[in-house]
């Protein structure tokens, strides 16, 4: 980190109604933007932008009209399943877990989970979820599977960020 320097910029996106907060780079240079709508936009839920670092703006994934009006707020948590270029990601406000194609940058699914982090466990091979219970994400069947329930002082500071 001491001879860290910055190599380039990322272009901001066209919509100035978005602000990013959370991000993923891929080890070949993609990157999945999270982004919230702020008090301006006439959007009720932040995008999901995908690029790469060596092109100079991101460009908004369609998430379709059905998954669209079921959004609300902030996209929070990214994963990222490295081998399969499979990203997941959160929207707490509509209890949604979206799964994004890294590789094409587009929706490939979601399913109801009401959750505030995720992360991607390299020895289950596949995507953890942690809000009230520590859980296993069955992307397959849409379903979520309870590893352990979490004390309420674990969630009470509703934090966002999961390690495995």
């Given amino acids: 980190m001491l001879n860290s320097k910055v190599l380039g910029r990322i272009g901001l996106i066209d919509d100035d109604k978005q602000t990013i907060n959370h991000f993923a780079l891929t080890g070949d240079g993609g990157i999945l933007a999270l982004a919230r709508p702020t008090v301006h936009s006439k959007s009720q839920y932040g995008y999901l932008l995908s690029g790469h670092v060596d092109k100079a703006h991101l460009r908004r994934i369609d998430v379709g009209p059905q998954l ?6 902030e996209m929070l948590s990214v994963a990222v399943d490295g081998e399969r270029h499979v990203a997941a990601v959160t929207n707490p406000e509509s209890e949604n877990v979206l799964f994004v194609d ?3 940058g587009s929706l490939l699914d979601w399913m109801p989970c009401h959750t505030l982090s995720v992360a991607f466990d390299d020895v289950a091979d596949c995507f ?13 069947n849409k379903k979520v599977l309870p590893i352990i329930p979490l004390p309420p002082a674990m969630f009470a500071a509703s934090a966002h960020s999961l390690v495995i």
């Avoid at 953890?128 to 397959?140: E, G, M, N």
Wanted: proline residues 0%; glycine residues 4%; positive net charge.
């Fill in 102 to 104: 890294l590789t094409k």
């Fill in 68 to 73: 669209e009006s079921a959004l609300h707020g």
């Fill in 128 to 140: 953890i979820s942690s809000h009230l219970k520590i859980a296993r994400l069955d992307t397959k």
